[in-house]
């Protein structure tokens, strides 16, 4: 999720340079973000699940078997981790001024 804030602030920042010949640059202006920002997304994806499968599926009882409450629950944790990532995302993209209109 780090990543995918990091990656979405750089790309969307606007940065001063102390050079008459370019004096700010923005890099979404300049690059296509094709297939970065969906591989970030995959990979924090399933980084999450990773986590929740072995937080909440695994022990180290040998009769420990999981119930449907159980499955269930990870699945509701995965869904709630997804909502927090896209939240944490879009109010990066909106300090950065993603949403504002273009002069």
């Known amino acids: 999720l780090?990543?995918?804030c990091l990656g979405i602030s750089a790309f969307y920042s606007t940065y001063?340079?102390?050079n008459?010949?370019?004096p700010t640059i923005k890099i979404a202006e300049h690059f296509d973000w094709t297939w970065g920002?969906?591989?970030?997304?995959?990979?924090c994806f399933s980084a999450m699940a990773a986590f929740v499968a072995q937080?909440?599926?695994?022990?180290?009882?040998?009769s420990f078997a999981p119930t449907k409450g159980?499955?269930?629950t990870a699945v509701l944790a995965l869904l709630v981790g997804v909502v927090l990532?896209?939240?944490a995302c879009v109010?990066?993209?909106a300090g950065v001024g993603q949403f504002d209109a273009p002069p």
């Open 37 to 43: 920002y969906p591989i970030a997304n995959i990979g």
């Open 85 to 87: 990532g896209v939240v």
């Open 2 to 4: 780090v990543v995918c």
């Open 16 to 18: 001063s340079c102390d």
């Open 20 to 22: 008459p010949f370019i």
């Open 70 to 72: 159980k499955i269930g």
């Open 91 to 93: 109010s990066v993209a």
């Open 55 to 62: 937080l909440l599926l695994t022990s180290t009882n040998s």
